[in-house]
């Protein structure tokens, strides 16, 4: 199993940007899909943006497209979400995740962490 650890989240002002981090436990990453989600307040949990490590192929949720940036460092075994244009309704606890299958779909993801909140004030 996969041990994922997020961090980078915080309480920033509209408009603010933020990176946030999530450290992978291996390397084997070559066939796996990572991803990040959140859950905002009182609402289910949600896709924000994917990728795989064996290739190049990203993708966004609409409200992710444009302000929202996902990216590896291999070297590192770490995941990032480059967040920017923050909104309130970004406000949430974001989740990475790892699975064989994955995009969009949160129940392809096998391994996930505890999360990191995000707070965006107006």
């Known amino acids: 199993q996969e041990e994922l650890v997020e961090s980078g989240g915080g309480l920033v002002q509209a408009g603010d940007s933020l990176r946030l981090s999530c450290k992978a436990s291996r390397r084997t990453f070559d066939s796996y899909t990572m991803g990040w989600f959140r859950r905002p307040p009182g609402k289910e949990r949600e896709f924000v943006a994917s990728f795989r490590w064996g290739g190049s192929t990203t993708e966004y949720s609409d409200s992710a497209k444009g302000r929202f940036t996902i990216s590896k460092d291999i070297g590192k075994s770490t995941v990032y979400l480059e967040m920017t244009s923050l909104k309130p309704e970004d406000t949430a606890v974001y989740y990475c995740?790892?699975?064989?299958?994955?995009?969009?779909?949160?129940?392809?993801?096998?391994?996930w962490g505890q999360g990191t909140q995000v707070t965006v004030s107006s």
């Open positions: 995740a790892a699975g064989l299958g994955g995009g969009s779909n949160a129940q392809m993801y096998t391994d």
